[in-house]
C-alpha cells in the first residue's frame, strides 16, 4: 500500500472518529458502553478536536517523501499498537466493558494500514 494511501485512510477515519467525539460525544461514549456525566464529555470533545487535528496532519502530509513521511507514518503506526495494548488489557481487566471491542479491531486494522504504508515509503 502506498504512503498517500494509508495517510488518506488514517485522515478520514481520525476526521470521522474526531467529529463523532467533538460533536456528539455522549452518543459516542454510550455506543462504547460508557455513562456519559459532564467530565466525560468534556474529554471526549477535547479527544474529538485533537484526532481532527490529526486527520488534518496526515490528509496534508499525503504527498510527503523521505524521512518526513516515514515519521508520520510511525507516529501515526505508535497510536494504533498503544491503543491496541492498552485497550486490550482494560478489556481483560474489565477496566472497559467487553462491547468496546470492536474499537481493538478498528486499531488493529489502523495499524496493518500504516504499517503496509511504511514498507513502501
Do not use: C, K, Y
Not at 472518529?17 to 468534556?42: K, N, T
Not at 490528509?59 to 507516529?75: E, F, K, M, N, Y
Not at 486490550?88 to 481487566?93: L, R, T
Amino acid at each position: 500500500m502506498s504512503p498517500r494511501l494509508a495517510l488518506t485512510i488514517g485522515a478520514v477515519v481520525a476526521i470521522v472518529a474526531g467529529l463523532g467525539f467533538a460533536l456528539a460525544p455522549a452518543q459516542m461514549l454510550s455506543g462504547f458502553g460508557f455513562a456519559a456525566p459532564p467530565e466525560a464529555l468534556v474529554v471526549m470533545r477535547d479527544i474529538g478536536v485533537t484526532l481532527i487535528g490529526l486527520g488534518i496532519v496526515n490528509w496534508l502530509a499525503r504527498d510527503a517523501t523521505g524521512p518526513a513521511v516515514r515519521a508520520i507514518l510511525i507516529g501515526n503506526l505508535f497510536i494504533q499498537a498503544a491503543e491496541l495494548l492498552v485497550n486490550g488489557w482494560e478489556i481483560a481487566a474489565s477496566v472497559i466493558p467487553a462491547q468496546s471491542a470492536p474499537g481493538i479491531v478498528l486499531h488493529l486494522a489502523l495499524g496493518v494500514v500504516f504499517l503496509l504504508g511504511l514498507r513502501r515509503a
